[in-house]
Nanobody, 123 residues
Framework: QVQLVESGGGLVQAGGSLRLSCAASGRTFSRYAMGWFRQAPGQEREFVAA???????WYADSVKGRFTISGDNAKNTVYLQMNSLKPEDTAVYYC?????????????????WGQGTQVTVSS
């Protein structure tokens, strides 16, 4: 059974930083991408960042230059370093896995999802 477990969310002031982690178990995701999405109250789930098995990275325009996605294949874990956080980054952040690398920004392309971790940025 595949499980994705996120950690690292919390409350931070604007301008601060947080690091999210997503540990995958049950299978490895070689030849696929893992990604992060977020969903704010009353809004659609939106793409944040993704990384392929061979370290190609994709970012949403809204987080470029502030967020960095990285992965550790040995630990089957992906990270999201979030710097210069803004109140509009407040959302539940979800880890996802299993997307073909040509469709990494589409939520529908991912086969597995974590439960989500809350990130709240105060102004």
């Amino acid at each position: 059974q595949v499980q994705l477990v996120e950690s690292g969310g919390g409350l931070v002031q604007a301008g601060g930083s947080l690091r999210l982690s997503c540990a995958a178990s049950g299978r490895t995701f070689s030849r696929y991408a893992m990604g992060w999405f977020r969903q704010a109250p009353g809004q659609e789930r939106e793409f944040v960042a993704a990384i392929s098995w061979n370290r190609i990275r994709w970012y949403a325009d809204s987080v470029k230059g502030r967020f960095t996605i990285s992965g550790d294949n040995a630990k089957n874990t992906v990270y999201l370093q979030m710097n210069s956080l803004k109140p509009e980054d407040t959302a539940v952040y979800y880890c996802a896995a299993g997307a073909p690398i040509r469709t990494t920004s589409a939520a529908s392309a991912y086969d597995y999802w974590g439960q989500g971790t809350q990130v709240t940025v105060s102004s």
